[in-house]
């Protein structure tokens, strides 16, 4: 018996395919290669995408929750199907595979021939972002290895079917490291700080807006439309940009009663600690964590546009401008650059204020104690040991294995250098920071639901207010 026969008789579980990952083991994996001649959902016009994994990689941790998300949310299960390995157990055959090193998803068809065996006819290893993997497929299909049948789940829909299969327990978000003791105090500060700017900042260096300063706002409300991490919130600054580009000028009082109209409140600042600029600092990364590799350039431009068009700290706007002309802000052209690119800034002001000796509480961020693997010297660490464990099996002398650095690095407790830090777990944790709670599709693969489930996002008091004025 082959083919369709042992595909369902696996398990009830796996009877719709559209409904979930079929778990492939030997036999099922050759089935899906050889296929069978008897139609149903493994005829030769099926198209199978597999998912070679090992449950402990955390990057494997990282696809699995799309994958999973696509094959639940996409329709036309007799034109593409989805299966796992899990290469701890069936190692050889993910060797065989060609599937050394994991993530890795592979696409078999036997479209071209029109007949058995199945071929790879691509492969997927890659960055480990959901929009990249759904880039792929999307792709794939524009060069018709995916049938043009076949529908791909819109954003919200995929990034709600990826929360699921995180919260069924199936799955654990690896965590690079800790995160603040409150997160929700990271959304109070975002909500407050992206109101507050459209009260406090629009009139105060003139007290007309109109021409490039209208410009740099609409562009602003246009990138808070797109990424700040609540749809109400979305939805609110999407409104507020077709009122603003209405007319070509607005006063502070007109403004102000558009603002009243759709109830966006002058948030106060009393509990948070930090107050209204290191809030626009978290305001700034969120919208970037919530960008995907299109928008982040955009959503870059619009921060450094509405810095120099209305902070109200001047001298912060400048050294801001400097640094974007020093740093080439304008070349930034992918998500991974645009957020190391805030970041470094954001570190680059911290350290100044350290210097200069107007901070006492300021570090660079993160710490060595918030995010160990952010350091190049910790993997570093990691590697001599392992090597010194080879050489003790072997018999050899030991290696010399540098002292642990102090928890807070070279700097003494206030953060390590620069040049210290790995950027790729850098840009991990502030995806997985700047992630917490958020409703996106970007986000969603670093969003870890079980924290979100206590505590609980404030939805802004918005409704459906056309906004009269
Ligand atoms: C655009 C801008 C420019 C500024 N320029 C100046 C200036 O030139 N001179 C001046 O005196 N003040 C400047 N400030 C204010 C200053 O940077 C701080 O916001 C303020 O001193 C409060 O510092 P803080 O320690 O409370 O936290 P902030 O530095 O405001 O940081 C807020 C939170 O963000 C997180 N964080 C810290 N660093 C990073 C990072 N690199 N990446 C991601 N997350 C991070 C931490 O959780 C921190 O608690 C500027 C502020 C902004 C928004």
Redesign the pocket.
């Known amino acids: 018996m082959c083919g369709v026969a042992a595909m369902v008789s696996v398990s009830k579980k796996t009877t719709d395919a559209r409904m979930e990952v079929v778990t492939l083991e030997q036999s099922l994996f050759k089935t899906v290669i050889s296929g069978s001649s008897t139609g149903g959902p493994n005829a030769p016009e099926t198209t199978w995408a597999v998912f070679f994994y090992k449950p402990y990689c955390g990057a494997c941790r990282r696809v699995r929750p799309i994958f999973h998300a696509l094959a639940t949310t996409t329709n036309h299960t007799k034109q593409l199907r989805f299966g796992e390995i899990d290469c701890v157990k069936w190692r050889p055959l993910c060797n065989h595979a060609g599937a050394k090193s994991q993530p890795v998803i592979k696409i078999y068809s036997a479209k071209e021939t029109g007949a058995f065996p199945r071929r790879e006819v691509a492969s997927w290893q890659g960055v480990l972002i959901a929009y990249e993997v759904l880039g792929w497929f999307v792709g794939l299909q524009s060069r018709g290895a995916i049938d043009a049948d076949v529908v791909f789940a819109s954003d919200e829909v995929l990034a709600e079917a990826m929360r699921k299969f995180k919260e069924s327990g199936d799955h654990r978000v690896d965590r690079t490291a800790k995160k603040?003791a409150n997160p929700r105090a990271?959304l109070d500060?975002v909500d407050r700080a992206w109101r507050m700017g459209l009260h406090d900042a629009v009139f105060q260096r003139d007290d007309a807006l109109g021409g490039e300063r209208l410009v740099a706002m609409a562009e602003w409300l246009d990138a808070l439309g797109y990424a700040l991490p609540a749809k109400p919130w979305r939805d609110l600054a999407d409104k507020l940009r077709t009122r603003l580009v209405d007319k070509q000028t607005w006063s502070p009082e007109r403004w102000a009663k558009l603002l009243k109209s759709y109830g966006v409140a002058e948030p106060s600042f009393d509990r948070l600690?930090?107050?209204y600029?290191?809030?626009?600092?978290?305001l700034?990364?969120a919208l970037l964590a919530n960008s995907d590799r299109h928008a982040a350039p955009h959503v870059l431009k619009a921060?450094q546009a509405w810095?120099v068009n209305f902070?109200g700290?001047s001298?912060?706007?400048?050294?801001?401008g400097r640094a974007w002309a020093e740093l080439r802000g304008d070349s930034v052209d992918n998500a991974f650059a645009a957020n190391l690119w805030?970041?470094?800034?954001?570190?680059a002001?911290?350290k100044?204020?350290i210097r200069?000796g107007?901070?006492t509480?300021?570090?660079?961020?993160?710490t060595n104690d918030t995010c160990t693997t952010c350091f190049k010297s910790y993997h570093e660490r990691l590697e001599a040991e392992a090597r010194a464990a080879k050489r003790k099996k072997k018999g050899k002398p030991d290696d010399v294995i540098p002292p642990p650095e102090p928890l807070g690095g070279a700097l003494g407790g206030i953060g390590a250098p620069e040049d210290d830090y790995d950027e790729g777990y850098?840009f991990q944790f502030?995806a997985e920071?700047?992630c917490f709670n958020s409703d996106t599709f970007v986000c969603a693969a670093f969003d870890d639901p079980s924290r979100a489930r206590k505590h609980r996002l404030p939805i802004l008091n918005n409704g459906n207010h056309d906004g009269e004025i």
């Not at 001298?315 to 801001?320: G, R």
């Not at 805030?342 to 570190?347: A, E």
């Not at 509480?361 to 993160?366: A, F, R």
């Open positions: 603040t990271y500060a600690a930090c107050g600029p290191c809030s626009l600092w978290q700034f990364h921060i810095v902070f700290c001298e912060c706007a400048e050294h801001f805030l970041w470094r800034v954001h570190n002001v911290s100044r204020l200069e107007d901070a509480k300021i570090s660079p961020w993160p850098v502030l920071t700047y």
